[in-house]
């Protein structure tokens, strides 16, 4: 293992290549996305390097594997309490000052790029999450609205210490998914001040269509739409040509937003007129979907994206990338849902390029097969 | 009329109905209307059928009452519709679409194939039809070339009073003939030749509609929801004949910049005024070649649809092209671009079409493109051949019926050369016979004691019938609309139908809901034009809400915002006009036009349908 200076940080728009093993699925997401120039709130990643070095200085590495290999699934109750002294071990032991410096110094460079200073989100940002296929999110935390490096360093520590919480432990014991080398990245990032935020398919989900984007919308922080406690508003728009398929306005009774003077998130009700209409403009309902659309086309399949529009900034450069993955549930079956019945017969005809099967077929409203 | 009205069908509590043909009210002053069309035109409930019967109104080509003569363009087109679906093309599931004129408008009804007999058409249906598309482009030369020899000669009819005499050349010849059966036979050569032409005009149409309709109907099946716009996107013509006589001013006045003529475009209105200016300047002589060369055939274009008799033309009314020729001239000095964006066009095109392609699943990408193939080579006609029948065929008729008119008008039969519209077609040739009669005896023919007053009576109940609307439709409508060439003709779907029913719904909030045509948002201060006269009032930045629109108000398209249309679909000229354009457009409305004032700020919202309101 080579330590060069930074090895312990990298700015998402540091210009470095995004290596999975360093970063994690979350951290690699937003350099390759920064690189690509989707906007995602400015931030660094603290790398597996830094967890690494942390386990190995704290000398915890044989006292995990040890807890850890007399370990049952079915005895839920030493799960929990081998759970609980790793983490409590994690977030003790003292971090390496090489690897502390790193982040203070990484922190205080994010923050002179504001004028006075924002809260960051620390998010978990492991190797093994989300994988197509072998759905891994919410296995590791995330924690928004925190000011003050102190408080970074001890959220940072909470992430690592994430990876072993009874669930974690109980996932990999369950899915044969070994614990050597595992690691763990966190990401430190801007922390966007949502008027307005949700998701987006790059298919609709009800039927498989990939000519669609698909987008939840509510207002406040998005974590609400996530965890499906608010009704969002439900918007399919035509990926092609960008306009509006369908609209759902959904009750978005509630939002989250900041209450500076408690430092937390606060909950509170939608007034009427909002919870009526739309969250967002039909040109706010264009750029998300431009938006998921660009991640498609990077990535090379379905994505599914969260995004925000960050009050903070100012309106048409608001639009802000939070995440975006690959569309692992709807994208799994081999055909899409949509596949037509009737065009089976076409290739049986001489004529290569042009067949009336169908157009009979769709003219006397039988299938292709019983169209004689 | 039935004895007993009770035992007439009642339909169902929930369901809603159009008022039935006998309920209407005669407007009035127009009593005795049925009279002055051809007695099968009218509802006359023989078998108590029209009473029960779903009849839409075509309000989208007929939206002005039809004066006797005019009845000929709604006969000719919607019989000759039906023959390609019923004995050409023996189109599975649809037989043509049957018409009458009620209160002095055309209501339609399409005429199903019942159902035991579909599936017995199919063969010959494939068989038709798949010729007509392995064959296209050859046979489409064809038919270029039968509609010119149609037009070529009826330019060759002409109607002139009849001399003192005989020419001694007919004596000394043996001729025999006063010249009387030339009038006769080149009125009866008119009629058959406008009739020709409307054959063919529908040789290609509903085939063209078909191979749309194919793919459209692939397209909502692979991509459920997918919008109308983008495939009529991929399948829409660019390069288009019907945009070829706008084209052609905007060269004449991008010519006139660069000749520096402008001085000379002061007063369009004095035509001769104006091409004498020319013709002093420099380079003036090559302007006005380029002008004469620009009108044979692309002048032969109406402000109006083709099927009236009132119809201007711009070969016989100069002052409106030249008119827009100056505006496009003051466009292009205030550095416009005013030619349409070709090439920026078809990639847009192509992007479209190679996008959607890209989603296809792989094993139905051959169907894909053997489909969007289809749909691009057949889908043009449905918009060229505008320009040929409607523009061109019935220019030149319109003008030979006028020709005609003043060969009466002169021989006292009736003041103005467009009475003879007043007059049934049959009636006319009757006409004919009774001035030949009386010029060739020598006495008085009884026309001209007849006529004067029955063309006055006539007019007022013409007037009388224009002074009220159309019913959109007549008597119950099925539960849902399936026939194709309905839905895509008239754009007559099951939501338009409930919308009608229910359209007290629909006036709520200052919004009015019709077609999502063309994609974009924009907000001004609208334009209503009811008339294509009112066309020189429309200002720049505003927004046209119109009735409906024609293919000769192009020029006013580069001038305007948006669009709003009371008639017409997807196809409508309007939509195809906005899309070409980039402009927004909600079509279809149904009310707009009277619910909109001149000045009223509204927004246009052609991703959506919707028009708001936003002052009262």
Redesign the interface.
Known sequence: MTTTPDAYVQFFDGGLEPQHELLGGKCASLVTMTAAGMPVPPGFAVTTLAYDRFVDAAGIATEIAHKLAALSPDDISAVDSVSASIRDAICSRPVPPEVNSQVVEAYERLQSRFDSEVPVAVRSSATAEDLPGASFAGQQDTYLWLSGIDTVLAHIRACWASLYTSRAILYRLKNDIPDEGLSMAVAVQKMVNSAVSGVAMTM?PT?G????VTIDSSYGVGEMVVSGQVTPDNI?V????L????QTVGDKHAELVPDFALGRLVERDVDDERRGRLSLS?EQVTAVATLAKAAEKHYGCPQDVEWALDRDLPEGSNLLLLQARPETVHSAPA??A??????AA??ATA??????????S????QSGQS?? | MTADLTAAPVPGPTLKSFPKPSELPVPPGAEGWEDLYPYFLSFRNLSGAEDEKFWFCDSQHWPTVFKPFETIGGEFAVKCLGQYNTRHLLIPPANGIEFKIHLGYLYMSPVPVPEAEVAARVPEFERRAGHYFQNWDSMLDGWHTKVRATIAEMETLSFEALPDAVPFDDIVGGVAKDGSEKLMESYDRLIQLCYQNWQYHFEFLNLGYLAYLDFFGFCKQLFPGIPDQSIAKMVQGVDMELFRPDDELKKLALLAVEKGLQAAFADTDDVQGTLDRIAALDGGAEWLAAWTEAQDPWFNFTVGNGFYGHDKYWIEHLEIPLGYVKDYIRRVDEGHQILRPVEELVAERDRVVSEYRDLVPAELVADFDAKVGLAATAYPYVENHNFYIEHWTMGVFWRKVRQLGRVFADAGFWADQSDLLYLTRGEVRDAIFDLVTGWAVGAEPTGPHYWPKEIERRRGIIDALSSQRPQPALNTPPAEITEPFTMMLYGITTEQVQQWLGDDDTAESGTITGMAASPGVAEGLARVVTHADQLGEVQEGEILVATITAPSWGPIFGKIKATVTDIGGMMSHAAIVCREYALPAVTGTGNGSTTIRTGQRIRVDGNTGRVELLED
């Open positions: 609709n039927n269509d990939r000519s669609k399919v035509d990926k092609v040509v306009s509006l398929v369908s039909p055909a899409p949509a596949t037509p019945a009737t065009p076409a290739a004529a290569p390029a042009f067949s009336l099967s169908g157009l009979t769709r003219l006397t409203g169209a004689h």
